[in-house]
């Protein structure tokens, strides 16, 4: 009765900090960080793991999606904390935040320094339009690259994929689609057909200096000219229409509305968001759990960590020493 609740309190033990030091490990094989650097990042895993409803090991999961992304070991530091914000206020785990969050990064060319932003991006467009973490991620997936090329910025392009999203139009459709119509745009009189529906409507998508509009200006423009479903298949390709008559609908003035609201409101959403979830007892449970996981570690690096490996290392030269023996020896065994 006292035996065997010990003995599987130890097991329990051992596995959580056994699963966390795998789980550094691979952040400092990805990270190549050694000595204080990787004392620094192990640390930062085990207090987000004791404060929030996220565990230590699933910090150092998401250490290990950030470095492979080209973090260095400062910018996780400085990052991980905001990616834990985003996963709460995505309601997905803290290892997805930060493969979404990094890919969104290396989609529009952004620094590491600039994941807050990205946080706070996507936190507000969730929060306020028919669209989620993970179909948002899906959507930059395929808009990103080619937007950033054009000069498109990461709250232009999260606001046209919020208002996609209220129309029914999310996820990969909506990155196709935006992916679509951008590159079509851009392309211009190399397309016979945009460019005699642009020419028909007396609209340019390019301004004085040769930049690319807006692309609220784009649709605005279009909408005033009074761009009919024809022009619009010409223009975007049957594959984009459906996204370029909702966008077209807008004006360009919810567009550009919503992305004012994005840079202006933006800031901070993802922490009101994920202070806002935790509140109550599911969320203080979840604190709980995360907690004793953090407890678990601390009691297995007191030394019962080293003891264990030790035992478990003498019974692999044991067991080796005996794969060695005479057949016939381990038939009489």
Known sequence: SLTLPIVGAGAAILKVAGDFEYSMNRVGALTKATGEQFTQLEDLAQKLGAETQYSAS?????????????????????????????????????ARAADISSNILAGFGMEAREIARVNDVLAYTLSNQNVSLETLAETMKYAAPVASNLGFSLEEVSAAAGILGGAGIQGSMAGTALRSSLARLAAGDSIAPVADALARLNVDVRDSSGNMKTLAQIMGELKNAGADIVDLKDIFGLEALGAAVVLMKQGGEDIAEFTQQIREQGEGTAQFLAEATMEGLVGSTKELGSALEGLAISIAQSGVMDFAESIVLALSRMASALSRLDPRILKTI
């Open 58 to 94: 699933e910090a150092a999961d998401a250490m290990s999606f950030l470095a492979m992304a080209g973090f260095k070991t400062n910018d996780i530091l400085d990052s991980l904390p905001g990616v834990l914000r985003l996963a709460a206020a995505g309601q997905v785990d803290l």
